[in-house]
Structures are given as structure tokens and as C-alpha cells.
């Protein structure tokens, strides 16, 4: 009787890995008699004349483009290796009940930890496994076209998880109309980078409807970097300090360090804005590192320096009185640059990464306005609307030339006619100088400040104050 104990949960786990077998081995023969049938069908019965031509002549372009081998690949992929981790996962189970022989006969699994196995060791692989297997077919096609043309998404064959694959998912208006921007179906947007990053986007859609997302805002950051830029859309409640207290008004949060308990600290290296001061070597970020300073913080831009390439405010107002309303900053700073313009009433909107520190928080916390963006995004700005860009701290040497190129175009698209661009402190090795000179010149701004002079033995500043000027055709 004892050994008869013995044996029933060892039976138990190789019945269990008997039926996985069989059960595999009859969904790879579902799917070989699926995709039979499909050629079979196409060919040889129901002679489809649009399916026998596209597979007998030399028209194949719709069946490249239409039918993922890339997709079918992957998911062939993710498969096998779920079944060979589901198989190790009960051997080393199996190996575990071999080691404890002993006690085995004196021990039962309970119910919870049973049911815990299954659901985790057995279901939850299964399942995912089920899904991909559900992906391996051919290609959706549209009832409403006379050819062969594709109805679903390319990308949607590239994700297994479902809140990826309903958000990438067209959304047809509900009433059959046009909607308010002429078409019959919103379209979600993602970037192209993301099936290059599935595994970190899969993680940050991995979540409950409804329920408090994980405090992941740096795995966001990583996939936006990388180019999986815009984001889905999450359905989720964001994560909030728990001791979030009121701001402070807007007369006293221009020049004061924001409170500690109105920022989550759990992703940065320090815990509290004291720790970011430049003097601290262990502070977590690299740029910038005086913007969280604020006394020093109220000197740039309005005491005189030594150095020509230090333009000042004012200096800058005068050349457009009245005319400055609306701007950018590009850069990477703690907003204080828009906070001195909006003491003379002009709103600037500041872009940001929190690159190690709470770079957005501050910004938002002294009452301006913080546009969370990398530089792989298109300014979400229209034509001819921005009066006046600052850039500094972030356009430097080390960009890539064309990468630039795009950069500065994108800028000029969004400035108006007889509105300023001005170049704060770029830097670049020497030899770079005439190539980035070039770049500047190129659009034939009107020239109201330049300045040039030496960083290093090998490197120099540039500032400019440029003009875009009219372009009527």
C-alpha cells in the first residue's frame, strides 16, 4: 500500500506529460490538414480563380505582402520553446519527487498548491502557446474586394498578447458613418520599433483592466528611447505619490524646489531633491546637472557673462517687442528658461526625459508645462505656428548629421515667418565646425547674434539668434 502511495503522483505528472504530447501532436496534424486543405481547396475543387492565379502565375505580389513567413516563423518558434519549457518544468518536478522518495508517501499536495501548479506550471504556457498556434493561418482577406487584398494589420501578427492586438486593431465607427475626420475607422498608432522591442512592449501591456499599473514609467521611457514611439495607450490607473501634497501658487513655484512627497522616487538613484545637487557624485543623472539648483537656476539668461556665447533675455526681446507669444524649448532642463518667459508673459512649452532624475516632475511642479518626447518624434506642432525655439543642452556634436538635418527641418516647418530661432551654447569638435555651420546657413536666416569661441583645445561653442524669414510663393 505504502509504495502503491509512492508511485500515484509520479503516475500522475507522466499521465499529465503524456496527454501535452498527444495533445501537441494533434494540433500539428490540425494544422498540416488545415493548411492541405487550403491548397487542396484553392486548387483542385472549388477552382477560386483568383486564388489559382495568384498561386500558378507569376503574380505573387499580394501573397508576399498579404502572408507574414517572419510572423509564421516566430510563432512556430514560441511555441516549442513553451512546450520544451512546459516538458523541463515537469521533469525537474518529477526529479524533485525522485530526491524526496522518502517522504513522499507521508506527504499529499494540497488543493491550493495543486491547483497553484497548474495554473502556473501547466495552464498559463498552454495558453500562451494556444494563442500563438491560433496565429499560424492565412491572412484575413477582404469579402469586399474583387482582389486579393488583406483586411487585418501587418503588425498584428507580430504580438501575442490581446491588449496589444485590440488596441493595433482598426475601430469601425459605430454607426457606419464617417466620423468628424472623414473616415469610417480610427486607427491606433504605435512605432515601427516596437516589433523590434516585443518583449519589453508585451511587459508593459502585461496588466488587469482596470486595476493600478505597475510602477513602470522607466520601461515606457526605455521603449520610447528605442523607438517604440507613440506608445499604446493603456488601460490601467497611473500610480500617484502617497503623500501628494497641494502645489505651490504659481507666484512661489517659478523659483522653488518642489516638495520631496509630490514625486515618485522609486526609479531614481536618489530619494529627495536635496540628493540631486551637482555636488552629490552619486545623483543618477549626468545633464544638467546645476538645473535642480534654483538659486543658480535665476542667474542664466539675465546677468551679463563673461562669455559672448551667453545671449540674454532681453536682449532677445528687444529685437521682436511685442511679437514673442508662443515658443519651444528643446532641451533637457527643469523648465527654467520658460519660467523666464513667462515673467514677461510668453509661454514657452518645454521638452523633457527624465534621463535619471525628475526632469518632468520639476517642470510640471513649477506651473509650466512639460511635452514628454524623445528626439525620434515629429514635433506635434502645425506649420507655421511657433514664434520663437531655444534649444540647449541636448543638440550637440554628437548627433548624427542627418539626423540633425531632420531635426532642424522639423523645426523650421513649425516657426513662423520673422520668428527666432535661438542656439544656446551648442558644442562641437573644431574640425566639425564648417559641417554644422553649413546646417545652420542653410535655410538663409537673418543672422542677429552669432558667436563662436573655444571649449577645449579640440572643441568649440556655437550660439546663434536667427531669423526665419518670409517665404511667400
Not at 518544468?89 to 513522499?104: G, I, T, Y
Amino acid at each position: 500500500m505504502g509504495r502503491f502511495c509512492f508511485c500515484f503522483p509520479k503516475c500522475r505528472v507522466a499521465k499529465i506529460m503524456a496527454w501535452l504530447q498527444i495533445l501537441l501532436g494533434g494540433l500539428v496534424i490540425l494544422v498540416s490538414l488545415a493548411s492541405l486543405y487550403k491548397f487542396y481547396n484553392a486548387g483542385f475543387f472549388l477552382h477560386n480563380e483568383d486564388i489559382c492565379r495568384h498561386l500558378y502565375t507569376g503574380r505573387t505580389e499580394s501573397f508576399s505582402e498579404g502572408f507574414d513567413i517572419r510572423a509564421l516563423k516566430d510563432r512556430v518558434d514560441e511555441v516549442l520553446d513553451q512546450m520544451s519549457e512546459l516538458q523541463q518544468s515537469l521533469e525537474r518536478s518529477v526529479k524533485q519527487m525522485d530526491k524526496a522518495h522518502e517522504d513522499l508517501g507521508k506527504t499529499t499536495m494540497s488543493k491550493l498548491d495543486h491547483k497553484r501548479f497548474l495554473e502556473q506550471q501547466v495552464i498559463k504556457p498552454l495558453y500562451s502557446a494556444h494563442i500563438a498556434l491560433r496565429q499560424i493561418r492565412f491572412p484575413n482577406l477582404d469579402p469586399n474586394s474583387s482582389t486579393i487584398s488583406i483586411k487585418e494589420p501587418p503588425l498584428i501578427n507580430a504580438f501575442i498578447t490581446e491588449e496589444i492586438r485590440k488596441y493595433i486593431t482598426p475601430k469601425e465607427n459605430r454607426i457606419g458613418k464617417m466620423n468628424i475626420y472623414g473616415t469610417k475607422s480610427v486607427h491606433n498608432t504605435i512605432g515601427h520599433s516596437c516589433a523590434l522591442m516585443k518583449k519589453e512592449l508585451e511587459e508593459y501591456m502585461d496588466y488587469d483592466i482596470g486595476s493600478y499599473c505597475k510602477d513602470d514609467w522607466n520601461l515606457a521611457q526605455k521603449l520610447m528611447v528605442g523607438g517604440c514611439d507613440p506608445l499604446p495607450r493603456r488601460r490601467c490607473l497611473t500610480r500617484a505619490s502617497k503623500v501628494y501634497n497641494k502645489p505651490f501658487p504659481i507666484n512661489e513655484s517659478l523659483w522653488r524646489t518642489p516638495e520631496d512627497g509630490n514625486v515618485r522616487w522609486n526609479n531614481y538613484q536618489c530619494r529627495n531633491f536635496g540628493c540631486l545637487s551637482s555636488k552629490n557624485p552619486k545623483r543618477g543623472y549626468s545633464k544638467c546637472t546645476g538645473c535642480f539648483d534654483m538659486e543658480k537656476e535665476k542667474l542664466k539668461w539675465v546677468v551679463n557673462s563673461s562669455l559672448p556665447v551667453d545671449f540674454l533675455i532681453r536682449d532677445m526681446l528687444a529685437i521682436k517687442p511685442g511679437q514673442l507669444r508662443i515658443g519651444l524649448d528643446f532641451g533637457i532642463g527643469t523648465g527654467s528658461f520658460a519660467a523666464r518667459m513667462r515673467e514677461h508673459n510668453v509661454t514657452i512649452v518645454s521638452t523633457s526625459l527624465n534621463l535619471g532624475a525628475p526632469f518632468s516632475e520639476t517642470i510640471a511642479l513649477r506651473g509650466l508645462i512639460p511635452l514628454y518626447m524623445t528626439l525620434n518624434q515629429r514635433l506635434p506642432f502645425f506649420d507655421n505656428t511657433i514664434d520663437l525655439i531655444h534649444t540647449t543642452g541636448l543638440i550637440d556634436g554628437w548627433m548624427d548629421m542627418l539626423l540633425l538635418d531632420f531635426i532642424l527641418f522639423d523645426w523650421d516647418r513649425i516657426l513662423r515667418p520673422g520668428g527666432l530661432l535661438w542656439i544656446d551654447r551648442f558644442f562641437c569638435l573644431r574640425k566639425d565646425l564648417d559641417d554644422y555651420m553649413y546646417m545652420l546657413l542653410q535655410f538663409r536666416y537673418k543672422k542677429h547674434r552669432w558667436a563662436v569661441v573655444p571649449k577645449s583645445e579640440s572643441e568649440v561653442y556655437l550660439s546663434a539668434l536667427m531669423e526665419k524669414p518670409p517665404r511667400a510663393i
